[in-house]
């Protein structure tokens, strides 16, 4: 295959991935509207609610690892393939349960943890193979085009299960689920992955013949990351954004509905801002050239964030009439759409980019299991503090504590922006903060 026959190649591997992101996004987002609707209607419990998200959420926690040492050992395409066929048979099967002894809350359960389990092992697949089959001078625009996607599903996910749910029977939303996966599984199978792998080096074979067992090759994985400064201090610092950033999430539908007494209504106004920010970043970002100093840009988004999230105790500190905080509130939300573009964009290269091949599926898994394992820690305790303390000093000295976290975690003197040499199997030890511009 010549060079211009992989990059049109590539270009078609680019269409059905962005295409299978968006359809399997904008499924989701319809079934989880539609399902957590008539788990509601069913019990009029919210624990009831909570325990389904509580069963798509722990499989994700506990299996991401394990799913990125096998993705390691194992040609990536089967097993993204094979599990979103087995989410669809998934969906199938309850479909046809359903219309014959109706949809009980175990089944419920049983079907989040199912389909979770096949999450995490198509997500995190696709996702380290990304570098496969996109050219390197792409891998920026598909990020971007992902999260573009994945913000417009998000967005009219919601809208249209909202819509379904006042004519259609909860088997319309299986159906619907059903259908999405089973049309990401064609599109998925469409994209060559092998396209612009790199063969592996015999240091490379010679590492993942040392660590036959499961632990030692998860064990080998984190051990990369630690010994990594640049992904080091990235995840780290990812970490603790993902924690922080739970305060908007808990914090925002408190300020707005119980401190503020706005409507729901509205609350849904400025929650979609954040969707409609993401999504056009997103899409700016596919059609420029790739970041030059990455490291600056999440660096400085970072800070960003930090101001942004600090304006809003704004109106909670200053009187405002309900147009102008409502307003006020909406710009916040499409800034910090636009800001975690800017920050997720070059974090993803920068992993794709600085980690080999045999490593790859490992790191993301690592950060799947971090990203998602810290979500309840950070739900429970800003549930708690927003209870007790006023949300403006919530805010402030959250923002307060995001910016010494990125000043500290990202310092210069500890990583910065240059050019990283050839990729190879590391061995264990420290590897120097560096990364491609």
């Known amino acids: 295959m010549t060079e211009h026959q992989r990059i049109k190649r590539a270009t078609r591997n680019l269409f059905f991935f962005t295409g299978s992101e968006f359809v399997g996004t904008i499924g989701a987002h319809i079934y989880m509207f539609g399902i957590g609707l008539f788990v509601l209607g069913l019990t009029g419990s919210a624990t009831s609610f909570a325990i389904t998200i509580l069963c798509s959420m722990l499989p994700r926690i506990l299996l ?55 999450a995490t092992f198509s997500g995190i697949g696709l996702t380290a193979a990304i570098a496969n089959f996109v050219d390197e001078a792409r891998i920026q625009r598909a990020v971007s085009l992902t999260q573009s996607s994945t913000s417009l599903g998000s967005i009219l996910g919601p809208i249209l299960g909202g819509v379904m749910y006042g004519f259609f029977s909860i088997e319309v939303f299986l159906l619907c689920h059903a259908v999405a996966y089973a049309i990401t599984t064609i599109l998925e199978a469409n994209i060559h992955f092998t396209l612009f792998k790199k063969p592996a080096t015999e240091e490379e074979n010679a590492t993942l013949a040392k660590t036959p067992s499961m ?26 954004v993902n924690f922080f950033f739970v305060a908007m999430a808990v914090g925002l539908p408190f300020i707005i509905i119980e401190v503020l007494q706005a409507s729901s209504q509205q609350l849904g106004l400025i929650e979609a801002m954040l969707g409609v920010g993401t999504l056009l970043t997103s899409i700016y ?21 930090g101001i942004v999230f600090a304006l809003m105790a704004v109106p909670l500190l200053i009187s405002m009439p309900a147009l102008a905080f409502i307003g ?20 993803l290269v920068i992993i794709q980019k600085t980690t080999p091949e045999s490593y790859r599926g490992r790191v993301f898994g690592l950060l799947e299991m971090l990203a998602s394992g810290i979500s309840p820690i950070g739900l429970v305790l800003y549930g708690f503090l927003y209870d007790i303390v006023s949300p403006q000093w919530i805010i402030l000295i959250t923002a307060g504590l995001l910016f010494l976290v990125t000043l500290y975690g990202l310092r210069a003197s500890r990583v910065q922006d240059q050019p990283l040499p050839a990729e190879k199997a590391p061995a264990l030890q420290k590897v120097p903060g560096s990364i491609s511009s």
């Open 64 to 118: 991401s690892p394990i799913a990125g040492h096998f993705l390691d050992r194992l040609p990536k395409k089967p097993v993204v393939v094979i599990s979103h066929a087995l989410m669809t048979l998934t969906m199938v099967v309850v479909l046809l349960y359903t219309l014959t002894n109706g949809l009980s809350l175990p089944v419920i359960y049983l079907t989040s943890v199912l389909l979770a389990v096949f």
């Open 215 to 240: 632990f030692s090759s998860i064990k080998d994985g984190a051990l990369y990351v630690k010994n990594h400064n640049v992904l080091f201090a990235i995840m780290t610092v990812a970490l603790w």
């Open 285 to 305: 970002i596919s059609t420029r050239p790739e970041f030059q100093k990455p490291i600056r840009n999440v660096r400085l988004g970072l800070l960003s964030l």
């Open 328 to 347: 006020f509130y909406m710009a916040t939300g499409f800034m910090m759409g636009l800001i975690m573009v800017i920050i997720n964009t070059p974090i």
